[in-house]
């Protein structure tokens, strides 16, 4: 019977999704909620027997309506799980808001934020196009639009985990042409990052 209500509400429910592209803010983690849901049956035995086509359809509709940065970071991460899309292609959106408007550049950290929240091996993935994105986007930041992107794009990654933080920053470092002997103590790059530079 469960297995039945599951594939009889799945459609329904992917029809649906593109109507929350623009929920009201405290809408969001309900919305949220809804679309990992349906994507967690898809990618479970129960997935053979429903649409996959459709829900990805109705996945990126909904992304590319939304206004929203965190809620199209969240479908972006939940398409990157479904394989419906490359961690380069989520590292190509990141890079993206570095060539945007000014007012769009300052909510990369809300995009990061949802990308975490669906997807939490997405940021690790598309690493080094990721890092690569956000070092572009940081150098043709102002100052006052640095003081804005940096509490969000640093709490995005503060909620990854410690090795995860600690293998980015190795990342970083490697692309500064940084080695473990430059820093203090002999301490690892990446350590130090993850660590919150400690």
Same mark, same amino acid.
Request: no cysteine; net charge positive.
């Given at each position: 019977f469960l297995d039945e209500l599951i594939e009889r509400s799945f459609a329904p429910a992917c029809f649906?999704? %593109?109507? /929350? /592209?623009n929920v009201p803010p405290e809408e969001f983690d309900e919305v949220v909620a809804g679309v990992k849901s349906l994507a967690e &049956? !898809? !990618?479970s035995e129960k997935g053979a027997d429903l649409d996959r086509d459709l829900f990805i359809q109705n996945a990126r509709t909904t992304l590319a309506d939304s206004k929203s940065q965190r809620l199209r970071g969240a479908l972006s991460g939940i398409l990157t799980e479904c394989r419906a899309?490359? %961690?380069e292609d989520l590292a190509a959106d990141v890079a993206r808001f570095a060539r945007a408007l000014p007012e769009e550049m300052v909510q990369c950290g809300d995009y990061l934020?949802? &990308? #975490?929240e669906t997807n939490k091996t997405a940021l690790m993935l598309g690493a080094d196009g990721i890092v690569h994105a956000i070092d572009e986007l940081l150098r &043709? /930041? +102002?100052?006052?639009q640095f003081l804005m992107l940096l %509490? #969000? +794009?640093r709490g995005a990654f503060e909620a990854v985990h410690v090795r995860a933080r600690i293998s980015l920053g190795d990342r970083v470092g490697v692309m500064y042409g940084l080695k473990d002997d430059d820093a203090p103590g002999g301490t690892k790059v990446g350590a130090r990052l993850g660590a919150g530079g400690k």
């Open positions: 649906a999704m %593109p109507n /929350a /592209a &049956v !898809l !990618l899309q490359s %961690p934020s949802g &990308v #975490r &043709v /930041a +102002t100052w006052d %509490p #969000r +794009t």
